[in-house]
């Protein structure tokens, strides 16, 4: 953890304090329990998205890659019979090729990221409402699959499944990220793309890789919130949640321009996204000033942040000077 | 720099004895200096970075001012720009005493700058970045751009500058010469008395180069005073009326135009005598390491390259910027493509699809642009160096941090690369020292190949010694060294043998005896040999 993840933690810290004064039902287990779920929800999607923006890229498909394969999801084993272990594998691997077409494009074809996924986001919600109709995709009443609910949104002594494989993720994608080969390639590319391919990197595969790992923990939390709100209306599912991602890596210290942010960073931010959310409901704001909350903080927290650094930068400086001048 | 004890040796004044008395061939030795510092002095927290310095400017005289990095030149420069206060002395200009120049004092006396990295807008043409922001205009309420009278007012300027080019012509397309004549016009175009070029030849060609040098006579034809930085002594040499050598912030010494020698300028920059670069190495050269056939570039798609690299050799890569010389040397790293042809390695064929193909096999490149390909500047010291070689540091994937540092140690004191430790951020070295990192990056690999791509641009004379020293070593140690390089005393002096490019082909490969100037620039511009 370096200085800004606990600034972050501390912020998230006194937050939850202010909120629990006020209302002291911040605390109880069910409220908790809620929020901790949708933090493992959307950490998983905010994980994938870090992978990408480490790179200076960006994946804006996110939010409309949810709500297409949430739908292919429950068809398949709602209305196809199909076994619930295969549908879960062929989504994820679903989700990986659409990664992989990205990767693609933006590697091979050397178009920009953010015009390729802004039309992955425009494609893929439009397959996804077609392919229901602008129906709603759900299960028949009495549909049961009690070992994938359990998985997903079940819980464990209490702490959701959700917040469970979240953890477990966070774990295996640390590794990765700040003690594999990989996870030194990817910073390098989004450092110095051009210094990393002139020492041998293959950068156009890493890149690649990247958006493969954004696609399959998209395709994994499209599951996840498919079974968490069971049923799917395609024009509204997952609206935004590429920018709850983005969100989530900035305020984590995440640069947009590549080679920053931490996966504790990344969870941190999404953390505090979610209990900002919580706020909003716990405090009685209006939820429609939900967003603006959210834009507010996430201005202010990079504003301070960055203040922060230009005081850090002066005051080393100025010791700089006093040393020598004491000399 | 130890070399305090220096004392003065033929024709070489110190700052002690003012230099009033020196300039004799100079045509403007009869009049009066127009604009002089007298002992100035400014400071930044913890360094004195100009003290005790006084120059006299007379109209009509260039003036060649050379000093390492770092040793005050852009302190001076800065002073006479108005951009920062000395905190003692005098300027005085046409008489009148100033404790410090404003920009605007600095503008209206005449002073103009043409800096290192151009400042011009590539997406307009030349007229309208010489007149930026001071365009005539039609009356009107509008105020739109006369272009008729605007073109009138560039085009003698340009006459001045011998521009090749036309007042409407885009400055994407002109050279980097020409682009450096768009900024002197510009100078001109504020009736400027005194023109400051920094470092204005480190990226041209050789021909651009001369041409650049004839602008400057023809300023000093017109009375305009020039000072001329530069670490291309030679170049100097053959322009300045007089040598200005700074020194860790103080005047190290003058040399009048009779004086001014390379050797001298080289002692008076680093305080003590250089040793004479020109190698005595006994190594003879081996077996045909690299063999290029037939190889041809996006850039030259209808020219092929043929060229051998020897074990034990360095093989010097000249020719006029845009020759194709880096063209080549990415389609031997594996960065592009070729057209067609084919490398061997040692007798057996190589295909490249990549750089990591090329790394694989043993063919290491030091990039042109250090920043930009050869470093990551946000990455410390040990990471850069194990970049290219991350598998020789991880087991299972993962990374050992202790491997890294050991290997990272090793090159650093092997090379000598000055740092408080190999955790420190590469950004914050200096030029010798960052590109030491990206030598010591392939040194602690084994390379068969080494290719430098213009190794000691903007570096500094003492830690160009050291970059020369390793490529000797490696060439000792049987490794086939291609240097790429603008610099002519460079090519001359480090290559075994020079091969020279011309408009995508090699046109002549000279071998040591016949390794001259002349030659090189012969073959350069196209021409045979003598």
């Not at chain 1, 834009?295 to 040393?323: C, E, H, P, T, Y």
Request: some cysteine; proline content about 3%; glycine content about 10%.
């Amino acid at each position: 953890m370096n200085k800004k993840d606990i600034g972050l933690l501390i912020l998230i810290v006194v937050v939850g304090a202010v909120v629990a004064t006020i209302n002291p039902r911040f605390l109880l287990p069910i409220n908790l329990a809620n929020t901790s779920n949708l933090i493992g929800l959307f950490g998983i999607l905010s994980i994938g998205q870090a992978f990408v923006i480490i790179t200076g890229g960006i994946e804006l498909s996110v939010g409309s890659l949810i709500a297409l394969l949430g739908v292919l999801f429950i068809d398949l084993i709602a209305n196809h019979g199909m076994a619930w272990p295969l549908a879960f594998m062929l989504i994820l691997v679903l989700g990986g090729l659409i990664g992989l077409a990205h990767g693609w494009l933006i590697t091979r074809l050397k178009l920009q990221p953010f015009v390729v996924t802004l039309c992955g986001l425009l494609i893929y919600r439009g397959i996804a409402r077609f392919y229901t109709a602008d129906g709603t995709a759900g299960f028949a009443f009495g549909q049961n699959f009690p070992t994938l609910e359990f998985l997903t949104a079940g819980r464990t002594y209490g702490i959701p499944n959700s917040f469970i494989a979240l953890l477990v993720i966070m774990g295996v994608t640390w590794v990765v990220l700040h003690r594999s080969v990989f996870g030194r390639y990817l910073y390098a590319i989004g450092k110095n793309e051009e210094a990393a391919r002139y020492s041998g990197i293959r950068t156009g595969r890493m890149v690649m890789a990247a958006y493969v790992i954004c696609g399959v923990l998209t395709a994994l939390s499209a599951i996840y919130f498919a079974m968490y709100t069971r049923s799917i209306s395609p024009a509204s599912h997952g609206n935004f949640y590429e920018l709850y991602a983005i969100a989530a890596a900035v305020l984590g210290g995440f640069s947009l321009r590549g080679g920053e942010g931490s996966i504790v960073g990344v969870i941190l931010g999404t953390i505090l996204l979610q209990e900002l959310q919580n706020l909003v409901n716990l405090l009685g704001i209006p939820s429609s000033l939900n967003f603006a909350v959210m834009g507010g903080v996430i201005l202010i927290g990079v504003l301070v942040d960055q203040q922060w650094d230009i005081f850090r930068a002066k005051r080393r400086l100025n010791k700089a000077a006093q040393s020598i001048s004491s000399n | 720099m130890t070399g305090n004890g220096f004392t003065a040796t033929d024709g070489v004044n110190h700052a002690e004895s003012m230099p009033g008395t020196i300039d004799t061939s100079s045509d403007a030795r009869h009049q009066a200096a127009f604009l002089s510092l007298h002992d100035v002095r400014k400071t930044y927290p913890g360094v004195v970075a100009l003290d005790g310095f006084s120059i006299e400017i007379r109209p009509g005289e260039v003036i060649g001012l050379v000093g390492e990095n770092g040793a005050g030149k852009s302190t001076l420069m800065k002073i006479l720009g108005g951009v920062a206060a000395p905190d003692r002395g005098l300027i005085r200009i046409d008489g009148v005493d100033h404790d410090r120049l404003t920009v605007e004092n600095s503008l209206q006396s005449g002073i103009a700058f043409v800096h290192q990295e151009l400042n011009l807008f590539e997406n307009l043409d030349v007229a309208a970045n010489i007149f930026l922001g001071r365009e005539p205009l039609h009356g009107g309420p509008l105020k739109l751009v006369d272009r008729a009278k605007l073109r009138e007012m560039v085009l003698p300027l340009l006459k001045r500058v011998g521009a090749n080019f036309t007042a409407d012509t885009p400055v994407s397309e002109l050279s980097l010469a020409q682009q450096q004549m768009v900024e002197i016009a510009k100078a001109l175009s504020i009736k400027a008395r005194l023109v400051i070029l920094d470092e204005p030849t480190s990226s041209l060609p050789l021909a651009e180069t001369e041409k650049l040098l004839g602008v400057i006579k023809g300023l000093k034809a017109e009375g305009i005073s020039v000072i001329f930085i530069s670490h291309r002594l030679h170049e100097v040499e053959s322009v300045a009326d007089r040598v200005i050598v700074l020194r860790d912030g103080m005047l190290a010494g003058t040399l009048a135009r009779d004086a001014i020698h390379h050797d001298q300028m080289v002692k008076l920059m680093i305080g003590r005598a250089l040793k004479a670069r020109t190698h005595t190495s006994e190594r003879e050269a081996g077996a045909v390491a690299l063999s290029a056939r037939g190889i041809r570039t996006a850039t030259y798609p209808h020219r092929t390259v043929d060229l051998d690299v020897l074990h034990g050799e360095i093989l010097g890569l000249a020719g006029l910027v845009g020759s194709g010389r880096t063209e080549f040397a990415r389609v031997v790293f594996g960065i592009d493509r070729s057209l067609g042809g084919e490398l061997h390695l040692d007798g057996k064929p190589v295909l490249l699809s990549s750089s990591a193909d090329a790394v694989a096999t043993g063919i290491f490149l030091v990039p042109e642009d250090r920043k930009l390909a050869g470093i990551l500047l946000d990455f410390a010291i040990a990471q850069n160096i194990s970049l290219p070689n991350l598998s020789a540091h991880s087991a299972n994937l993962l990374i050992s941090a202790a491997s890294e540092h050991t290997t990272a140690e090793a090159q650093r004191s092997n090379l000598g690369i000055k740092a408080p430790s190999v955790k420190t951020r590469v950004g914050t070295l200096s030029g010798g020292n960052q590109q030491k990192v990206v030598l010591a990056k392939w040194l602690a690999m084994k390379p068969k190949i080494m290719i430098f791509d213009e190794p000691t641009r903007g570096i500094d004379i003492g830690a160009k010694a050291e970059i020369y020293r390793l490529m000797q070593a490696l060439a000792d140690t049987g490794v086939a060294v291609l240097m790429i390089s603008s610099d002519m005393e460079e090519v001359i002096g480090v290559s075994d043998r020079v091969a020279v490019m011309h408009e995508g082909r090699i046109s002549g490969i000279l071998a040591k005896e016949q390794l001259d100037q002349e030659n090189v620039l012969l073959l350069a511009v196209g021409k045979s040999p003598r």
